[in-house]
C-alpha cells in the first residue's frame, strides 16, 4: 500500500536512503523487468517505465473486460497475462508495445487467478477448477 522503490546495488547496512534510485507512491502489484523497462501491471493495463528512473514511457491496456490478478511472465520477449475471466493478452513490449493477441478460454467460468507458468515452450494456465496447457504446433 505504500507504492515501489527502487534502490541500487550494493552497500551494506541500512541502504534505504544510500542507495535509493526512486519511489512512485503509484506503482502497486508485483513489477516485471525486461531489458531496460520495468511492467507495472494495474487493473486492465501495465504502465511500461524506465527501470532506472521509473518514468512513465507507455500505458498499454490489454483487457477488455476483467482486471488481471495475476502477475504478468515474459517468454520469448513477449508479455502474457491471465485475467479473471480467463482471457490472456500477449504483447511485445519494447520501443513500440502493442498487443499481439487477446483469447479467451471458453466453457470454464471459475476464476483465473494464477500467474502463468512456462516450461519448454508450453505455456501454463490455471482456473478454479482445471489447468491447461498451450503450446505451438510443430509445422
Known amino acids: ?8 546495488s550494493g552497500g551494506s547496512g541500512n541502504v534505504t536512503k544510500s542507495h535509493k534510485q ?9 513489477p ?8 507495472t501491471p494495474f487493473g486492465k493495463s501495465v ?3 524506465d527501470a532506472k528512473t521509473g518514468r ?11 482486471d488481471g490478478f495475476a502477475s504478468p511472465v515474459m517468454a520469448d520477449d513477449k508479455l502474457y497475462w491471465v485475467f479473471k475471466d480467463g482471457s490472456v493478452c500477449v504483447a ?10 487477446y483469447n479467451v478460454i471458453k466453457g470454464d467460468a471459475s476464476l483465473f487467478n494464477a500467474t502463468p507458468a512456462i516450461s519448454k515452450g508450453q505455456l ?6 482445471f489447468l491447461y496447457c498451450i503450446k505451438k504446433d510443430k509445422p
Open 92 to 101: 511485445q513490449i519494447g520501443p513500440k508495445p502493442k498487443q499481439l493477441a
Open 47 to 49: 504502465a511500461i517505465r
Open 56 to 66: 512513465e514511457r507507455h500505458q498499454l491496456r490489454l483487457s477488455q473486460s476483467e
Open 124 to 129: 501454463f494456465l490455471r482456473s478454479d477448477k
Open 32 to 39: 516485471l523487468v525486461f531489458d531496460d523497462s520495468l511492467i
Open 22 to 30: 526512486w519511489h512512485h507512491p503509484g506503482i502497486y502489484g508485483i
Open 1 to 8: 500500500g505504500w507504492g515501489s522503490n527502487a534502490f541500487r
